[in-house]
């Protein structure tokens, strides 16, 4: 043994070529972690002093290759200056550039996925050999990053600036025949083949017949374009990285710049521009915000893994409701290999929820993620049916009929009578509470919520309610199954609206409040895309449906009238009283028109100012940030109230299910994290100030003791 450490060993094979191992001890994957990077240097230098080396390979003993860095230590490394980050992607630079400098051939044999670092460490060998098996990225803009141990550098000398700019700046994780299209590995080959092939390769370049010298020289020196066609490529590139990026993320330009900045360099003086463009975005929110986005979803894979092992097997779902609802879970059920039976009363919502299906799988075909032959298997999947004949071998059934109490109750109830004994009943109620659906149930152990968001295979959460009697059994069960549908769940206790629309009509509350005192929604609208949501709160409810806002609104003032019982008439009353449904109906505070594409395009509708006028006072101009301010306190309010009173149990689970369900702007990392960005004790401060507004703006007294005391929601 040549070397060898905990993650990196060196081993000698035959011919004098060594295999440089990844292996890290104690975990499923390997990293770079500080030990990682450390060992890679120790085993480089312990192969440079041995001058009986001819060439080496690069093997990864796990089924991946390298995930990347160790994204936990970036929080405690992230708080440090901008000059002591940048001075540790130098030291970490130093092992790869001692790979690539070592003086021998060498070929690494991406043997699995190989992503940020992991990828990294690739382009510091001299060539690239990729199994069938794997696939390849630099995904580090998805947390706010770009590449910082040589990425930047080595990506544009080794595939030019065109690709280059394509693979950092848009995060993308690639398949083997674009990595081989490319430029970015050199050979794609069977899994069987890989080591084999690898170790061709290197003996071939130690016979002298491959000129490794050559190609690793590229990487040492300036990009080969002249300065004023470099300068053209980069700027051309930035004016399409900026548009698809957008300004809320910063990360994927400032890549693209650094690149450009260190295109006339060596590899040396260029890692020193990368390592200091690389602590500038660091120390920026953002990357806070979407590096704790990573942590958290690790937090909810782990919660919902240990769910999974209370689960019972889900071998056969039901979803009784047919519509573009129970079209679209069907689909997802069966499109992830569970077989559902779609119950209704009527042939014609049967129909639809079959048209449902078969419209979203020709979509798949038409963009080639499917072939013909796999949407006839997963369609035939789907058994639509009007009786309960096909109910006995059911293990779960989702109910998505419509919203309303009694209907569901009596359904549920029906359903509980042809089903095994066992079956876990899960309601797709937005609003209702579980707990009292349950008392239509004998056995409301076995029954659940399980709150899709529409549209249902876009949308990646589902809520996974608890009532008063759900049992473990049928809430691991419930996790389990919506794992399986390729959804996110989060476990939530009971209440009014659960978790998501419980914090969304307070927020809806506010816009209302807002334009009672005399705001325009168009630009309520336009300050809150601004601010980073998807859309404004306007044309948000009549994408969600008026009448469908105006019933929930109904449920969450009973629920809790102190806050969401207002004295004034809505905005959105007035829009329901005239039949203005929003997008369902082609009018609701927008008018809706088909664009070229057939896809609903919003234009201003001036009657909808007309009819508004009685509930709302005279036009009045309002800042931005007082916008912000009114809409974004009262959501965030209700977060930490639901926090509080363990409707959700952690704030990792609170954060993600606003992210995924509503849209909150991931950039911002979620409410509770939005307010430790301000700061708990200047949240209170600006809650204070808007008191007049009534409870909706009042903070918790446990709130005021965070304030009190310098506590953040994130340690």
């Not at 521009?273 to 660091?282: L, Q, S």
């Not at 096909?390 to 359904?411: C, H, L, M, P, R």
């Not at 579980?434 to 876009?458: D, Q, R, S, Y």
Request: proline letters at 5%; aromatic letters at 8%.
């Amino acid at each position: 043994m040549i070397y060898e450490g905990k993650a990196v060993t060196v081993k000698p094979l035959e011919d004098g070529i060594v295999e440089l191992n990844f292996d890290l001890e104690g975990e499923s994957v390997n990293k770079f972690n500080r030990q990682t990077v450390e060992e890679l240097g120790a085993a480089a230098a312990a192969m440079k002093a041995d001058g009986s080396i001819k060439g080496m390979i690069v093997t990864s003993a796990k089924s991946v290759f390298i995930v990347g860095a160790d994204i936990t230590e970036f929080g405690e490394l992230f708080t440090s200056s901008e000059e002591e980050i940048a001075g540790w992607c130098l030291k970490s630079n130093q092992a790869f550039n001692a790979i690539e400098d070592l003086p021998f051939p060498t070929v690494t044999a991406m043997n699995g996925i190989a992503l940020g670092g992991g990828l990294e460490m690739c382009l510091a060998t001299d060539f690239r050999v990729m199994s069938t098996a794997a696939q390849c990225g630099l995904p580090e803009v998805k947390l706010g990053l770009f590449p910082g141990f040589g990425g930047t550098v080595r990506m544009p000398r080794v595939v030019g600036v065109d690709n280059a700019v394509e693979w950092v700046a848009a995060g993308g994780q690639h398949k083997p025949a674009k990595a081989l299209k490319d430029g970015v590995v050199d050979a794609v080959v069977e899994p069987d083949k890989l080591r084999d092939a690898a170790l061709s390769l290197v003996k071939d370049c130690i016979a002298g017949k491959i000129d490794y010298k050559a190609k690793r020289q590229e990487k040492l020196e300036p990009l080969k374009l002249p300065p004023m066609e470099n300068m053209m490529a980069f700027q051309t590139c930035s004016a399409m990285v900026m548009q698809q990026a957008g300004r809320n993320y910063p990360a994927p330009i400032a890549a693209v710049q650094v690149m450009q900045q260190h295109a006339g360099m060596t590899r040396d003086k260029a890692l020193e521009i990368e390592a200091k463009g690389f602590a500038k975005v660091a120390t920026t929110t953002v990357a806070n915000a979407m590096i704790g986005l990573f942590l958290n979803d690790q937090v909810l894979k782990k919660v919902a893994s240990k769910w999974e092992k209370k689960a019972k097997p889900v071998g056969q779902a039901a979803v009784l409701g047919a519509g573009i609802m129970g079209g679209g879970i069907a689909y997802q059920s069966a499109s992830k290999g569970t077989p559902i039976v779609m119950k209704d009363i009527a042939d014609a919502a049967l129909d639809l929820g079959m048209s449902e299906a078969t419209k979203l799988l020709a979509k798949q075909v038409s963009r080639g993620k499917v072939d013909a032959a796999k949407m006839g298997k997963v369609l035939s999947a789907i058994r639509p049916t009007l009786n309960y004949g096909d109910f006995g071998g059911v293990d779960i059934v989702v109910e998505a009929v419509v919203e309303n109490v009694k209907i569901k109750q009596s359904v549920l109830a029906d359903v509980e009578k042809q089903v095994k004994d066992g079956t876990i009943l899960a309601s797709n109620t937005s609003t209702i509470s579980i707990t009292k659906l349950a008392e239509a149930l004998e056995k409301p152990e076995n029954f659940v919520g399980m709150h899709f968001f529409n549209p249902v295979h876009m949308m990646p959460l589902v809520e996974v309610i608890r009532g008063e009697k759900s049992s473990d059994e049928a809430v691991a069960t419930t996790v389990a199954y919506a794992k399986k549908m390729g959804k996110t769940p989060v476990v939530v206790n009971d209440c009014p609206g659960f978790l998501v629309n419980r914090v969304l009509f307070p927020y809806f509350g506010g816009f209302g409040m807002m334009l009672r005192d005399g705001a325009d929604f168009q630009k309520v609208d336009k300050v809150m895309e601004r601010f980073g949501w998807p859309m404004g709160p306007a044309y948000l409810m009549d994408v969600v449906g008026i009448d469908t806002g105006v019933h929930a609104a109904e449920v969450m003032a009973e629920g809790f009238p102190e806050r969401m019982q207002y004295d004034h008439k809505d905005a959105s009353e007035v829009m329901f009283e005239n039949k203005r449904f929003g997008q369902k109906n082609g009018v609701g505070f927008y008018k809706y028109e088909v664009d070229k594409k057939g896809k609903p395009k919003k234009v201003v509708d001036q009657t909808t100012y007309d009819l508004i006028k009685p509930v709302v006072a005279a036009p009045k101009e309002f800042e931005d940030q007082e916008i912000i301010d009114r809409l974004m306190i009262p959501m965030c309010l209700e977060l930490v109230r639901c926090l509080e009173e363990n409707i959700v149990s952690s704030v990792a689970d609170a954060d993600m299910a606003l992210i995924m369900g509503i849209g909150f702007p991931p950039f911002r990392g979620g409410a509770l994290k939005y307010i430790d960005s301000i700061g708990v004790k200047a949240f209170v401060e600006l809650c204070d100030k808007y008191a007049d507004l009534g409870p909706l703006y009042a903070p918790t007294a446990k709130l005021r003791d965070m304030a009190a005391n310098g506590e953040s929601f994130y340690k």
